[in-house]
């Protein structure tokens, strides 16, 4: 999987844990705070305010679906 976000250089992590923990990290430990701004079948994107930045988050759709469901069920996307 694949993360884009503010840098130039994409960050690659081999399984989609190593994604979800960078991620996680990026909300500095605080639930709810992440906003879900876009999925598609190969790219989610959702915004942190904490950073001030977007990640645009790139893999299969099967890994898309997976990091999207665990942010949801870990309570990391603010409820509006």
């Not at 906003?35 to 988050?57: F, H, M, N, W």
């Amino acid at each position: 999987m694949t993360i884009c976000c503010d840098t130039y250089i994409p960050y690659d992590y081999a399984t989609k844990n190593e994604c979800l923990k960078y991620i996680e990290s990026r909300c500095m430990g605080i639930k709810n705070s992440l906003k879900r701004i876009e999925k598609t079948s190969e790219q989610l994107t959702v915004r942190c305010p904490l950073a001030g930045d977007y990640l645009a988050i790139l893999g299969e759709p099967s890994e898309i679906n997976w990091v999207d469901n665990q942010l949801r069920i870990r309570n990391w996307y603010k409820v509006t």
